[in-house]
């Protein structure tokens, strides 16, 4: 037998600027039950846990599809809940590794970070990696745009930059 090769690792972190208030954003961010919604690219989320009063150990299953014809599901366990400028979670699932939300205001701007430190999981995502990453990444950017422009939608309002 080959020696199994081992996860590709990736590292992501998008930032929105949006004008209205980190309070109104956490109020979105934090339901992941409504992000089908608003958010392209969200297939499906399903509650496994509802975890204790602020939502830690609630675990979601959630179902991804961006331009690339394939589905990511994973399962994600809220670990931290600081409101309203921290969520931390896990992956586990064709994804692994954990995200955080961040979010500061500031003078009616209100900055939302997500950091996505995550490795594949599925064989043929590890057997294309070297070549795909490039992909892979483009894809998650796809993705998160999606979010940043389906958020200013669903607060009414405007998306000053994302990146």
């Not at 339901?31 to 509802?50: A, I, N, Q, T």
């Not at 699932?93 to 996505?116: I, K, P």
Request: with cysteine; charged share 25%; proline share 5%.
């Amino acid at each position: 037998m080959g020696a199994r090769r081992a996860p590709m690792r990736y590292r992501f972190v998008t930032t929105w600027l949006l004008e209205t208030s980190r309070a109104a954003a956490w109020e979105v961010l934090r339901e992941p039950l409504s992000w089908p919604r608003w958010w392209r690219g969200v297939v499906r989320v399903s509650e496994l846990d509802g975890g204790d009063g602020d939502r830690v150990g609630s675990r979601y299953r959630i179902a991804w599809r961006s331009r690339i014809p394939y589905e990511l599901e994973f399962d994600f366990t809220v670990s931290k809940v600081d409101p309203p400028c921290c969520m931390e979670g896990d992956a586990e699932g064709d994804l692994e590794g954990s995200g955080r939300w961040l979010l500061f205001e500031r003078n009616g701007v209100t900055a939302v970070v997500y950091e996505w430190n995550v490795a594949t999981s599925k064989r043929w995502m590890q057997v294309l990696a070297p070549v795909a990453r490039p992909v892979f990444a483009y894809n998650h950017d796809v993705v998160m745009r999606w979010s940043g422009e389906g958020l200013a939608r669903q607060l009414g309002a405007r998306l000053l930059a994302a990146g």
